[in-house]
């Protein structure tokens, strides 16, 4: 047995060897080709995989299509692991309404404008619906390139469209678990989309929330022992273990891939991930999109020739247009607006993944694929020209427009601040419901978990009664944190503080929300006794009573739930604690020395400055300049309040305390006091010289430490010639004598010195 399979394993690994060779190879020489070209190199990949398929009869094909299939879906894992690596869920929440207000009426007409699209040619229901999700992602990768090689990527607009798109790719996710759904039923309505919606937000926020628990400090425990392999190793470990919980639960495997990558992302090791990732990222992601090329059907592509330059017209025109109306109502400027919105206008690799998806689950037709691919080359071809197009565009209005209409265009906003301060109830009630829908879906999980694999197991080893008392007090004390920060969290804010002490009024709403919270705690605990016992109704809500006051007066419980949050709050806040601490960051600390018109600097010791080698109370900074020195950077060291006998060096980055006058004097004395450039740097040069010892020189009957070679003239003695192939040193105290060979290093005019007093 063991002789055939390894007969057979040996007669089946040079199909996948082959082809793997054929795709690389073929994929690198069309990638080197495109990168002359100065063209994404997703489309390389595009072209070599149609040049390396069997459509192509003029050149190789790939013979064993079903296993670059499934090293495109890695690739796909890979590539959603990747982005999640780059996301956070705080840049999100920093970047305002604006973007997402933008994204969403992007995404919403987009899909709507591709799903009549697909109706006016009379494609299946499951046809248009793919395609409005296709048409609606722009590619992140193909418009960074863009505006890269045009010099715009520094512009305010590119940044706005820069944050659309990662909004956009994190939609695309969302957006592929809902049409999996679909595809998935048989009559999808609106229950069935409002039910995946909160399905993928529990899953979600309790992944998110268990991960950033547990992997950073699983990664912080095992510091010291992880290596850049074994760090690579344990990474995509990670994620693929998440990829096949992610299908375990419904969802995909990419969902998954990219949940755990936003989970790493706000480790401290995030930075060394994306980099050891990057090149397992690359191939993976380039045998994906190279099979993306090989569904190209040349026959497919001239029967649909008018659908797809109809497609490529929606796209161009549908973001024009709703893309600037998008960037409007989001608060930009019609200029500005308008630049976004044509910038969008094409279609990526997010589009080859929704197409893939619907080929995978059989819902999409054949011809679906090759057309969308088509739509996305010619579309990528213009962006550069849309993106220029914007300008000129917005010039035209301008002048065609009247005055009024413009500036009824850039009133245009939904998402302008409200005049008033947001008022302690709305933000006391938000901290609420955050918490509760937190600490209630960990309790949901953990009780899900409990009842799954716990009890069935402890029923094995206790009679069914024991079994079901055991498995209870043990889901009750695992879930009893949660349950207690649930009533109590936020009870000893200052917003419930104020509130309550601002009005009597104020009391009772205040209590309710404390009545609401035990009621949800309470019902957790009513449902355990429910699935558990044979208690009537008012029973268990007796013993749910309780359980709840008893853990309410406990202490222990309380340090247990504060342990709980603090690590949680040090864990999510790791990378920005690590970026501070190198300096990348400002300390947090800063924003609360601005209100005393202070703040802090960054001042790097250049590598001539006359302040290295002295130390900070020898450079009296606070005396000279009223400046507190508060950290010193070293390479990977930080040196945090640093005492007067610490030595300043060349390449030191000193961050300082004080206000703009005192730092630019501190700074300017710093830059004026270095070494300046030597204008005889040329007679610097060292030689290397013999020297005979003359009897009438100053030289004879003296030691090398008599003679001042070293101090007098700069010189050094490297040896003393006495006949042999190798020179022998020489003794300090060694009297010279007539005849002595000396060998001396030293700059010319020192060594010219030495042999004229000789």
């Known amino acids: ?114 799903v009549v699209a697909g109706h006016a040619f009379g494609w299946s229901r499951m046809d248009c619906i793919f395609l409005g999700g296709m048409l609606a992602m722009s590619s992140t990768t193909i418009i960074y390139k863009a505006l890269d090689d045009l ?57 998110f929330v268990v991960g950033i628990y547990l992997i950073p400090w699983m990664l912080r425990s095992m510091r010291k022992l992880i290596n850049n392999e074994t760090l690579l190793v344990v990474s995509l470990g990670l994620c693929c273990a998440m990829a096949v919980l992610s299908t375990k639960v419904g969802f995909s495997s990419a969902f998954g891939a990219f949940v755990m990558g936003s989970i790493l992302a706000e480790t401290v090791e995030a930075e060394r991930i994306t980099k050891l990732v990057e090149p397992v990222k690359n191939l993976f992601g380039a045998v994906f999109f190279v099979s993306v090329g090989m569904l190209v059907d040349p026959e497919v592509l001239v029967d649909y020739a008018l659908p797809i330059v109809l497609l490529v017209l929606t796209i161009l025109v549908g973001q024009a247009v709703f ?155 695992l879930i009893a944190p949660f349950l207690r920060a649930i009533v109590m969290k936020k009870n000893h804010s200052e917003e419930f503080k104020a509130l309550w002490a601002e009005s009597p009024y104020n009391k009772l709403p205040l209590i309710f929300t404390i009545l609401v919270r035990l009621a949800i705690a309470s019902t957790f605990i009513f449902y355990i006794c429910n699935y558990l016992t044979r208690f009537t109704n008012a029973l268990m ?18 340090r247990r739930s504060i342990q709980m949050e603090r690590m949680f709050m040090q864990n999510l806040r790791s990378r920005e604690i690590a970026a501070e601490v190198m300096g990348h960051k400002r300390p947090l600390y800063e924003g609360k020395l601005l209100d005393r ?23 009296e900074l606070r005396n000279k300049f009223g400046v507190h020195v508060s950290s010193i950077l070293r390479g990977i060291q930080r040196i945090n309040i640093p005492g007067g006998s610490t030595i300043i060096y060349p390449g030191d980055k000193i961050q300082a305390i004080g206000s703009d006058e005192q730092l630019t004097a501190m700074g300017t004395a710093m830059a004026n006091e270095v070494l300046r450039r030597d204008p005889d740097i040329e007679k610097r040069n060292m030689k290397l010289r013999q020297m005979v010892i003359n009897g009438t020189g100053v030289f004879v009957g003296k030691s090398i430490k008599e003679s001042g070679i070293r101090e007098k003239y700069n010189c050094m003695v490297v040896g003393l010639e006495e006949g042999k192939e190798n020179l022998s040193l020489i003794d300090p105290a060694q009297k010279l004598q007539t005849g002595d060979i000396l060998w001396l290093v030293g700059e010319e005019d020192d060594l010219e010195r030495m042999n004229k007093d000789n």
């Not at 040996?10 to 073929?26: H, N």
């Not at 790719?169 to 039923?185: E, H, K, Q, T, Y």
Request: net charge positive; glycine share 6%; with cysteine.
């Open 597 to 619: 018109d202070i703040h802090i600097s960054d001042f790097d010791i250049p590598d001539n400055s006359l302040w290295a080698g002295k130390t900070l109370r020898e450079l």
């Open 541 to 558: 809500i007796s013993i749910a009573l309780a359980a709840m006051a008893l853990m309410v007066i406990s202490r222990s419980l309380k």
């Open 151 to 207: 010099g715009l990527r520094q512009q305010r607009f590119a940044g706005l469209v820069m944050s659309v798109l990662i909004l956009e790719d994190i939609l695309a996710i969302v957006l592929m678990v809902m049409l999996s759904a679909i595809a998935n039923g048989s009559n999808p309505d609106g229950e069935q989309m409002v039910g995946s919606v909160l399905k993928i937000a529990f899953f979600l926020i309790l992944w």
């Open 323 to 477: 893309g600037t109306l998008s960037f409007l109502v989001s608060g930009q400027s019609l200029k500005s607006a308008m630049q976004c919105g044509f910038s969008m206008a094409q279609i990526g690799e997010f589009s080859f993944i929704i197409a893939s998806l619907g080929l995978s689950l059989g819902v999409i037709s054949n011809f679906l694929y090759p057309v969308v691919v088509a739509v996305s080359v010619i579309t990528t071809f213009l962006t550069p020209y849309m993106i220029r197009a914007a300008t000129p565009c917005y010039a035209m209005l301008e002048r065609h427009l009247p005055g009024k209409w413009i500036a009824a265009l850039n009133s245009i906003t939904l998402s302008r601040r409200p005049a008033h301060p947001e008022r302690k109830w709305k933000t006391l009630i938000t901290q609420m419901v955050k918490t509760t829908v937190v600490y209630s879906i960990l309790s949901g999980a953990a009780i899900a978990l409990m009842f799954t694999f716990v009890l069935p197991f402890v029923r094995h080893l206790l009679p069914h009664w024991w079994a079901n008392a055991v498995c209870g007090v043990a889901t009750l004390l």
């Open 1 to 114: 047995m063991f002789v055939l399979n390894s007969q057979q394993y040996m007669s089946e690994l040079p199909y996948l060897v082959k082809d793997l060779a054929l795709i690389l190879i073929v994929a690198g020489i069309v990638t080197i080709v495109f990168k002359k070209l100065k063209q994404p190199l997703v489309l390389g990949y595009v072209v070599a995989g149609f040049l390396v398929s069997p459509h192509m009869p003029y050149t190789m094909s790939v013979v064993d299509r079903a296993d670059i299939a499934t090293w495109g879906d890695i690739g796909v894992m890979f590539l959603l692991f990747s982005l999640g690596l780059d996301f956070s869920f705080k840049k999100i929440l920093r970047m305002g309404a604006s973007p997402i207000i933008s994204t969403c009426c992007i995404v919403f007409c987009m899909m709507m404008l591709g």
